[in-house]
């Protein structure tokens, strides 16, 4: 992963460039690649595509960000240029869209959205933001949120010894979820931090802090696991 995503960010280097105009506007370059990516992410499930092949894809993204996080304006850069490239919303509707609940492939989605992020990243907050109050569809991304702490609630107060496995998995899960709301509304972002509070745009909505103080509540946070 780490050799296809630094092969994609350093694609246009192995071309020398030449002097004349007309062949150089044939050069592929990165966004060029990052382009196709994004297109076969958004369209896998009607593709037909490996839900294999998608999550590691999604993994060498995220990597592409991942590997500069020391350097905070290289790491700004690449989260704008993905966000240009219209990857923030992408991925919004690729988690809304996945009917199975699957844990893996959900986990890598909210993992790869913490990423695009970090920081407290406000263009991508700001695209978040416009594409929330502009796609009445986006209800769907808060009813997947809901569903899923929902799910986590049930889970955690289940006693039963059947489930511990399936618990820590999607605890794990649930961390991701509640860090990426997190970072939705990082650096005070009030126009996240109240559209989450109420969906002002939507048909129905979500109380997610309330669901957030249940999920917390159901983790019995003691003085062990704090």
């Given at each position: 992963?780490n050799v296809?995503?630094?092969s994609?960010?350093n694609?246009?280097?192995?071309?020398?460039?030449?002097?004349?105009r007309?062949?150089?506007?044939?050069?592929?370059?990165?966004?060029?690649l990052?382009?196709k990516f994004?297109?076969f992410?958004e369209?896998?499930i009607q593709?037909?595509?490996?839900?294999?092949?998608?999550i590691?894809?999604i993994?060498?993204?995220?990597r592409?960000?991942k590997?500069?996080?020391?350097d905070?304006?290289e790491m700004?850069?690449?989260?704008?240029?993905l966000?240009?490239?219209?990857?923030?919303r992408?991925?919004?509707?690729?988690i809304?869209?996945e009917k199975?609940?699957?844990n893996?492939?959900?986990?890598h989605?909210?993992?790869?959205?913490?990423?695009?992020?970090?920081?407290?990243?406000?263009?991508?907050?700001?695209?978040?933001y416009?594409?929330?109050?502009?796609?009445?569809?986006s209800?769907?991304?808060?009813r997947k949120a809901?569903?899923?702490?929902?799910k986590e609630?049930?889970?955690?107060?289940?006693?039963s010894?059947?489930?511990?496995?399936?618990?820590k998995?999607?605890s794990?899960?649930?961390?991701k979820?509640l860090r990426l709301l997190?970072?939705?509304?990082e650096g005070h972002?009030l126009?996240?931090q109240?559209?989450?509070r109420?969906?002002t745009?939507?048909?129905?909505?979500?109380?997610?802090?309330l669901?957030?103080?249940?999920?917390?509540?159901?983790?019995?946070?003691?003085?062990?696991n704090f």
């Amino acid at each position: 992963m780490n050799v296809l995503s630094d092969s994609v960010m350093n694609f246009s280097n192995a071309f020398v460039e030449s002097e004349e105009r007309e062949l150089r506007e044939f050069f592929i370059n990165t966004e060029d690649l990052l382009l196709k990516f994004l297109n076969f992410l958004e369209f896998w499930i009607q593709k037909k595509a490996s839900k294999k092949s998608v999550i590691f894809l999604i993994k060498a993204l995220s990597r592409i960000i991942k590997n500069v996080q020391d350097d905070e304006e290289e790491m700004a850069e690449r989260q704008q240029m993905l966000d240009r490239l219209n990857a923030t919303r992408i991925f919004i509707v690729l988690i809304w869209d996945e009917k199975n609940d699957d844990n893996e492939y959900l986990f890598h989605l909210f993992k790869f959205m913490g990423w695009l992020l970090l920081g407290g990243n406000p263009v991508g907050q700001k695209t978040i933001y416009e594409f929330f109050i502009s796609n009445s569809a986006s209800e769907k991304f808060f009813r997947k949120a809901n569903d899923l702490i929902l799910k986590e609630i049930a889970t955690m107060n289940s006693s039963s010894r059947r489930t511990m496995n399936i618990s820590k998995e999607i605890s794990q899960l649930g961390m991701k979820l509640l860090r990426l709301l997190q970072l939705f509304c990082e650096g005070h972002n009030l126009d996240l931090q109240n559209y989450l509070r109420y969906q002002t745009h939507s048909k129905n909505n979500y109380d997610l802090i309330l669901l957030t103080t249940k999920l917390l509540s159901s983790y019995k946070i003691n003085d062990t696991n704090f």
